[in-house]
C-alpha cells in the first residue's frame, strides 16, 4: 500500500544533542510537509519542500532544519533540542500544490528531550 | 489573520449523532478538511468541502459549510465506540510563499463515545 512511513515512532534525546527524524513516502509525491505537534494542541507548520525548493515557515526557529535528498525521503534535523522541543512531529505529503491537494499524514515521531 | 477555532469536548452515547462544530476567521479559504486523530496516532483524513458547496455527504459523515458566518460541522451519524478520538477541521489558506498547501489546524476535539 502507498503510505508516508515515519521512523522512529518514539525517540528519545538529551537536551542540546542533535537528533534526526526520518520520512519517507511511497506515493511519489511532490510536496512533503513536517508539523509540529505539542501536547494538547494543534499541528503547526514548520516548513516544507515542493520538489527540492524549500519553504520555511516565518516563525520557524532556526534549530529547525531539514533535508529532501529525494523524493521519497525527507529529514528534520533538530540541531539543540531544548525541553520545549518535545512534541508529536508529524509528516506529510501531497501530489501537487493548491487547496485542492489533500495531505496525506504519517503516524509521527514522538519525540522526548530529556 | 488565521484563525480556526473548535469545542474542546464533545460526549454523546453509542448510537446517537456526533454533531463537531468549527469556526474560521480566513475568508480566502477554498477548502476545509476534517481530520480524526487517534492517541498516539498520526491524523487521518475523513472527509473535505469545497468552499462553493453548502453540504457534503460520505456515507455516515455529513458536512455542512455556512460561508456567510463561517462556520463549518461534522456530523457523525450511529457514533460508536471506534470514533472516540481528537477531531481537527483545518482549512487551506490561498497564496502560500513558494507554493504548498498550508493547512491551517483547529485545536481539535476531544470526542468521547458512551457506552
Known amino acids: 500500500d502507498a503510505m508516508v512511513i515515519q521512523n522512529p515512532r518514539y525517540q528519545v534525546t538529551q537536551f542540546g544533542k542533535p537528533v534526526t527524524l526520518s520520512c519517507s513516502q511511497t506515493?511519489?509525491?511532490?510536496?512533503m510537509y513536517w508539523y509540529q505537534q505539542k501536547s494538547s494542541q494543534a499541528p503547526k507548520l514548520l516548513f516544507h519542500?515542493?520538489?527540492?525548493?524549500?519553504?520555511n515557515e516565518a516563525d520557524t526557529p532556526d534549530n529547525f532544519q531539514s533535508r529532501r535528498p529525494n523524493t521519497s525521503f525527507c529529514f528534520l534535523d533538530i540541531r539543540s533540542p531544548g525541553l520545549g522541543d518535545a512534541a508529536m512531529y508529524l509528516c506529510?505529503?501531497?501530489?501537487?500544490?493548491?487547496?485542492?491537494?489533500?495531505?496525506?499524514f504519517g503516524p509521527g515521531t514522538r519525540l522526548l528531550v530529556l | 489573520g488565521e484563525d480556526v477555532e473548535q469545542s474542546l469536548f464533545l460526549s454523546v452515547r453509542e448510537g446517537d449523532s456526533s454533531v463537531i462544530n468549527c469556526t474560521y476567521t480566513d475568508s480566502s479559504s477554498t477548502y476545509l478538511y476534517w481530520y480524526k486523530q487517534e492517541p498516539g496516532a498520526g491524523l487521518q483524513l475523513l472527509t473535505y468541502?469545497?468552499?462553493?458547496?453548502d453540504m457534503k455527504q460520505d456515507q455516515r459523515l455529513t458536512v455542512l459549510l455556512n460561508k456567510k458566518d463561517k462556520h463549518l460541522s461534522l456530523r457523525i451519524a450511529d457514533t460508536q465506540t471506534g470514533d472516540s478520538a481528537i477531531y481537527f477541521c483545518?482549512?487551506?489558506?490561498?497564496?502560500?510563499?513558494?507554493?504548498?498547501?498550508?493547512?491551517?489546524f483547529g485545536t481539535g476535539t476531544q470526542l468521547k463515545v458512551e457506552l
Open positions: 506515493l511519489n509525491h511532490n510536496v
Open positions: 519542500y515542493y520538489d527540492k525548493d524549500f519553504n
Open positions: 506529510a505529503t501531497s501530489r501537487d500544490q493548491g487547496p485542492q491537494e489533500t495531505q496525506y
Open positions: 483545518a482549512e487551506s489558506i490561498c497564496g502560500v510563499t513558494g507554493g504548498g498547501n498550508k493547512l491551517t
Open positions: 468541502i469545497f468552499s462553493n458547496m
